[in-house]
């Protein structure tokens, strides 16, 4: 089948799309690109993950954000060429991520989405697991595997996000779960320090050193000593960042230690076998010190997906695709391995036009 995928992660910068071809089993990506959102609509999306816990439904905000992030999806459908996909993977954003609760709430509103571009559409696709007693997350591992059945295993994928997580294949066994936090700590401090949304790649982080103390203290966090799987929140390390001591640092001194928080909680990961190599997707692999953080802190080669011919802005829209697919055809998107349920398990749900 010919999907669209779309995916806007905890990031909060955007929309991104790309075509498959799939049989839910082996794939094909095609073109892909990204649309930013606009200042204003990333700002009220933000607003919305501080009051998600209490936030009802029928909240004027909320309804104003869903309607203008799913018209924002549809123009990246239709700027991709997409009326004559045979279905869209949709995953909506994350505001709130509680599978302790048995809670996960990805906003977007999928049949306006589906009346907007003519195509059906698969959204809603970490319910199902959560209600089983699952982490809802992560959802890429069955994308990565298929992408990497011809490498030499064990092999890992590090995809940074707003929050980063790790997908461990080896010859039968496939194992992930969140590491820690991705960009989301760093691109909030950048904001707060600089006006800009992000670090551009690095230089703010470059220019300052990591405070020891304050790291120690972020790396102390409970959750870093919990077996997998295991997932996060984007604001999960909100209350522990607020009584480290950070905010008394400088701007530059800050990103340091942020950067250095995200790299030191990757090689704490808990992996069956060390990796023959690690390959970093997602925005936080534009990120130079980063990468050179990771690359200190980890024993293996450490290069970005397009070292193998993938392609790391696409990646995660490429999995959306790939699972509304395997959605329609009942094959599992989640695993025991990598979201704790107890046998593979399909999800998603289809609206028409």
Not at 126 to 138: C, F, K, M, S
Request: with cysteine.
């Amino acid at each position: 089948m010919r999907a669209i995928g779309l995916m806007s992660g905890t990031s909060l910068d955007g929309v991104d799309a790309a075509w498959v071809t799939t049989d839910g089993i082996t794939i094909t990506p095609g073109p892909a690109l990204t649309l930013p959102y606009s200042a204003g609509l990333r700002a009220d999306l933000r607003a919305l993950l501080d009051r998600a816990p209490t936030l009802a439904p029928d909240d004027a905000a909320l309804l104003d954000a869903t309607d203008r992030l799913t018209r924002r999806h549809a123009e990246a459908v239709r700027a991709l060429g997409g009326g004559t996909a045979e279905v869209i993977g949709f995953h909506g954003q994350t505001i709130l991520h509680r599978p302790d609760q048995r809670r996960t709430w990805q906003i977007g509103d999928a049949g306006l989405l589906a009346r907007l571009t003519g195509v059906p559409v698969v959204h809603d696709f970490r319910a199902a697991d959560v209600a089983a007693g699952g982490q809802g997350a992560p959802l890429a591992p069955a994308l990565h595997a298929a992408l990497a059945a011809g490498l030499p295993k064990p092999v890992a994928v590090l995809n940074i996000g707003g929050v980063a997580n790790v997908t461990w294949i080896g010859e039968a066994d496939l194992v992930a779960f969140d590491t820690g936090p991705g960009n989301a700590l760093l691109d909030d401090w950048a904001l707060r320090h600089t006006g800009h949304p992000v670090d551009e790649n690095g230089r703010l982080a470059d220019s300052g050193t990591p405070d020891p103390a304050v790291l120690s203290r972020l790396l102390a966090h409970p959750y870093f000593t919990r077996p997998g799987p295991k997932s996060l929140d984007r604001l999960d390390f909100a209350a522990a960042v607020a009584a480290s001591g950070l905010d008394r640092l400088s701007a530059a001194n800050g990103a340091a230690t942020l950067v250095a928080f995200t790299a030191g909680a990757v090689a704490r990961a808990k992996l069956p076998a060390a990796p023959l190599r690690w390959l970093v997707t997602g925005g936080g692999r534009h990120n130079g010190a980063l990468l050179r953080a990771l690359r200190a802190a980890l024993a293996a080669p450490v290069d970005p997906v397009e070292s193998v011919g993938w392609d790391g802005d696409a990646l995660e829209a490429q999995c959306f695709g790939y699972l509304a697919v395997r959605s329609l055809r009942g094959l599992p998107i989640s695993f025991p391995g990598t979201t704790g349920i107890s046998v593979p398990l399909t999800g998603g749900r289809l609206v028409k036009p």
